[in-house]
């Protein structure tokens, strides 16, 4: 570990933190952009959904090779690395003069941010030790929160002011701003990382999981032609059956396995994915219900307020509580999101709707960022940036199979059943950490 001034750790952990809250943002509003990229691009009509899929896939493609990456370079500069290429992809997105040119900047830019995840991660753990970790993921847990809670209504506010080039420059000079603050910080590298490098089990493992979310995402639906998620899976299995030969016979390989085979790590990834899973299903289900249909604006309003609201100022008090409860909070928060999603599948009551949000919002508010600093307490810090960027994957995946699972359930059974998915991922996460 790193030792630095109080200033200095200070100044990390603000530049992590700013770059924390674009991501949210990058990713909101540029779904709220499509229609209007649509109406005023060329060559919109089939590669609209990609401005979000690009960055979406290359982010998770870039994620390990970049972790691994961070821990072995200069940590600062490979953090302000990435905040630059976001910013500079964010201004050029302006200038795009359709909307092929612009996919090619969100695909840059989703590996900018994949810089910016693993690079902050990387330094921010290599100078707290592990009994402050926790502490120092309340702040990210609170970012976070209100940052995923705060997207849309700020993506809505800048296509309102100044169209969808408010909605990728606003997050780029966001970066921009994160970068700075690193300048003049020590570089971070540890003079004791190993030569080898298994570059192509993280190549590998990038294409994998970003064929996978990419697949997910894309679906089977309407205006998409049958053999696309096809080929994709198709992708999904020869990288994956590759990845498997590779890592067999690296020295050192790529996915830190090690990580994996301590059950908290395992377990608090699987929790924080049942978490992400909940929110963005219930984000999707709830306003399809029957009971918002017979709600008032200001009602509906206030459903939505109760799921998000939480997560932005409940982070910090999730902080204190798990120093010394930190396994049970996230436990009994598990269970009664599940028991949430239970009640949901028996009543279509208004009032009931209401404090189903409310509970799942409380739920995630005071566990956000919890898995997170209880998970990477237990990572060394020269491998912060593998261990992070592992965390992440695990925890974007699950979340992205239970919206594709919820998803498909609906079609079948109808809206509520979505939660029921969700509902049953956070009762096998629940079931892991007290395993």
Known sequence: MFVLSVRQRRRVLAADLI???????AITGATAAVPDVAAQLPGADASGPWIVLAYNGFFAAALLLAGVAADRVARTRFFAVGNIVVAVTGALSAFAPDVASLVVLRAVAGVGAAMC???GSS????????????????YAGAVLGSSLALGPVVAQSLLAVGGWVLVFA????????????TLSLPGLRSP????????????????????????????????????VPGVLILVVVISAIGLARVERRAAVPAIPLDLLRIPAYRAYAGATGAFMGMLVVGLTVLPQLGAVQRMGQGEAAVMLSLLTVPSTVLPLLAARLARRWARPLVVIALVACTVTAVVLQVTDRPAVLLVAAGVIGLCLGLTEGV?????????????GGAGAALFSTARMSLETLTLAAATGVMAALGPAAGMAVAGAVCLIAAAGLTA
């Open 19 to 25: 770059s924390t809250a674009v991501f949210p943002l």
């Open 117 to 119: 995840a693993a690079g």
């Open 123 to 138: 330094m921010v753990l290599a100078v707290y030790p592990p009994e402050e970790r926790r502490r120092v993921y309340g």
């Open 170 to 181: 606003v997050p780029g000079a966001i970066a921009a701003v994160a970068a700075l603050v």
């Open 192 to 227: 004791d990382v190993s030569g080898e490098f298994d570059l192509a089990g993280a190549v590998l493992f990038g294409v994998t999981v970003a064929a996978v979310v990419t697949a997910l995402g894309l679906g089977w639906g309407a205006g998409v032609p049958w053999w």
């Open 371 to 383: 898995p997170d600093g209880q998970a990477l307490a237990h990572v060394p810090a020269q491998r």
